[in-house]
């Protein structure tokens, strides 16, 4: 089994308390693909532009990312970003947007990509995430990410990709904007009645809560001493996550359990530096410790033990 992912590739300018850099490369399909990459195989549908060169497909490439759907336009400027976080890591302030290439942008799913199962909106405009959704033959498992920006902007065109989703992966803040609700198990509920009935909600530092109709599951994120970068980390969940249920093929709770950890895992790992400089000398020998580390740390006994 294989995954199809549509989502941005960017570059970005990021500011935290520990240093900045600009013009890394960024966008959601660019962190998420190269996260699920360590679990199954990743086909990219995005689109670029003229100032996209050799170093960077070359990035792609170094992971083995099938871009048969990637685009790229000679004519304008790669999507950009900038963003700033001060003391809460968990809450990116963006300070611009300039959406360039992915202005316009029609994707077109290569023959290669109609027939596979596993698809995963990135965040991007939901009107290609609908578009996406159109073109495969028959998918099985669909889930979205999405933010800010388009829950106040395409708010009506997002609701009807969530009609078609079956996972939505989304963070705390954005859950309460989009469901209008404050208290985090009637967001849930009120997600889950726009379409997707597996919501899951990043928690940043604070890890995740996710439904599954009546059933919930919570896990810590993984204490790391230092936080370098939170950007990204949201994407290289949604890679560990979707990687993993794609890998296994079967969408039950004990999967969806596991999935979890793998993307708190793929998160940790991420905003340990900047941009996706963490992942270059990852192996899959550190994700599985990691897992395990995760395992002990939430371990418990029961009540008579
Ligand atoms: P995350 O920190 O996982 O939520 O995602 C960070 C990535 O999202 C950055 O690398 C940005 O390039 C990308 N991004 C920021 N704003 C948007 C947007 N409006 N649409 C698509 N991608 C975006």
Known sequence: MSIL???????????????????????????????ASFFTDVNLVSVVGNDFN???????KKFKINLDGLKQEKLKKTFHWSGEYTHNLNQA??????????????????????????????????????E?????????????????????RKRKQLLKVFKKSNIILINETEAKQLSK??????????????????????????????????EIFTAPAYPLKN?????????SFAGGFMGYLTKCNILNNANLRKAIIF??????????????DRFKNLSWKDIVNRFIEFKKLTHFENIND
Request: hydrophobic share 45%.
């Open 5 to 35: 992912v549509i989502g941005s590739i960017g570059f970005d300018d990021i500011k935290t308390p520990f240093g900045k850099v600009k013009n890394v490369l960024g966008g959601s399909a660019t962190y998420f693909a190269i996260s």
């Open 54 to 60: 050799k170093k960077h497909f070359d990035i792609f």
């Open 93 to 130: 302030n963006t300070i611009q947007t300039r959406l360039n290439v992915l202005e316009g942008f029609k994707p077109v799913i290569p023959h290669t990509y109609k027939n596979i199962k596993c698809i995963f909106l990135a965040n991007i405009d939901p009107e290609l995430q609908y």
């Open 132 to 152: 996406v959704i159109l073109q495969i033959k028959s998918p099985k498992i669909i889930a979205i990410d999405t933010m800010n920006y388009w829950i106040e």
């Open 181 to 214: 609700e404050i208290n985090l198990v009637k967001a849930a509920k009120k997600i889950m009645s726009f379409g997707p009935k597996i919501v899951v909600i990043k928690r940043g530092e604070y890890g995740v809560i996710a439904f599954n109709n009546n």
């Open 227 to 235: 936080v370098f970068d939170p950007t990204g980390a949201g994407d």
């Open 263 to 276: 993307g708190n895992v793929m998160g940790s790992f991420c905003v340990e530096n900047f941009s996706l």
